[in-house]
């Protein structure tokens, strides 16, 4: 098989490639950009590549960062949308990653980052794939435990709107919410409002 029938076979089986892709499967990094120049891989962004036919989907973004800071959740604004629980409209990538991480330097798609370590980091993650790509994105009930967290960050009134919405729709159960707020330490903050809307 050719280095380029490679590459080709390698941006199918994972939809978004990187440089580091490519010589991890032996093959030199310069073989991207001559098949971008052949219109045989689609540039993204910088350092990503797919394939021309790839389907172009409202979460694109979210594989691009994902790809970029592997290490990264998605969260808060981002995640509400994701899981369609909110009515904003996220204009930047919310992503966590661990505190004492180094600040990714990413100059597009704009993200919005916050820090926390430990259970507060780690609980709730969910892998979803989006264009091929694995992207670590938090539960309904950690994303709303997280609104209230940060609730100076995204405001007091998304968290409520997320904590009914994710509630009239049944993506969150009781039990969910009530373990989320725990490993956040917002179960004081949170629980009028549980109380509110059972």
Request: hydrophobic fraction near 45%.
């Amino acid at each position: 098989m050719s280095r380029q029938h490679q590459i080709l076979e390698l941006a199918r089986k994972k939809g978004i490639i990187r440089a580091v892709d490519v010589e991890t499967a032996g093959i030199s990094r310069n073989y991207l950009y001559r098949m971008y120049k052949k219109g045989l891989l689609e540039k993204i962004a910088v350092g990503l590549y797919t394939l021309p036919e790839a389907p172009v989907t409202a979460n694109l973004s979210l594989a691009e960062v994902s790809k970029r800071l592997p290490h990264a959740v998605v969260c808060l604004i981002s995640a509400l949308s994701y899981h369609e629980i909110t009515t904003q409209i996220p204009y930047e990538i919310w992503l966590t990653i661990p505190r004492g991480s180094w600040r990714p330097d990413v100059g597009y798609p704009p993200v919005n980052l916050t820090y926390v370590s430990g259970p507060a980091y780690s609980f709730g993650i969910q892998e979803h794939i989006i264009n091929g790509v694995a992207v670590k994105i938090y539960n309904p009930a950690k994303t709303v435990a997280d609104c209230f967290k940060f609730r100076n960050k995204v405001g007091l009134d998304v968290a409520i709107e997320a904590l009914r919405e994710a509630w009239r729709s049944n993506k969150v159960t009781m039990d969910e919410l009530v373990e989320a707020a725990a490993i956040d330490r917002v179960s004081k903050i949170i629980c009028p409002y549980l109380e509110a809307i059972v």
